[in-house]
């Protein structure tokens, strides 16, 4: 069972950063892709970024290339959201999500294991 817990949520003003972490265990994080969504309110849940499990591939939404960057540490079992440019329609609670097989993928039904979330609030 791969248990999933975010941090580094907050509230922060139009412009600034947040890095969001999700550490993982009770699996073989080194294996597994890790992706990051988000649902703001009164939203589906949409998908953010994608890191494969080595790495090497990454996978962003449109609304957030160039200003979000996803990175892991597999020593650390820790992915992380490295978030620029806040804006306010970034608002939301963010998950990480795990996919242990295949590729990574942007559709949530690819992800087997999610965090219970991390809630990010970008003031105007």
């Known amino acids: 069972q791969v248990q999933l817990v975010e941090s580094g949520g907050g509230l922060v003003q139009a412009g600034g950063s947040l890095r969001l972490s999700c550490a993982a265990s009770?699996?073989?994080?080194?294996?597994?892709?890790m992706a990051w969504f988000r649902q703001a309110p009164g939203k589906e849940r949409e998908f953010v970024a994608a890191?494969?499990?080595?790495?090497?591939?990454?996978d962003y939404a449109d609304s957030v290339k160039g200003r979000f960057t996803i990175s892991r540490d597999n020593a650390k079992n820790t992915v992380y959201l490295r978030m620029n440019s806040l804006k306010p329609e970034d608002t939301a609670v963010y998950y990480c999500?795990?996919?242990?097989?295949?590729?990574?993928?942007?559709?949530?039904?690819?992800?087997?294991?999610w965090g219970q979330g991390t809630q990010v609030t970008v003031s105007s």
């Open positions: 999500a795990v996919r242990a097989l295949g590729s990574i993928r942007v559709g949530e039904k690819a992800y087997g294991y």
């Open positions: 009770g699996g073989t994080f080194s294996m597994y892709n």
């Open positions: 890191i494969s499990w080595s790495g090497d591939s990454t």
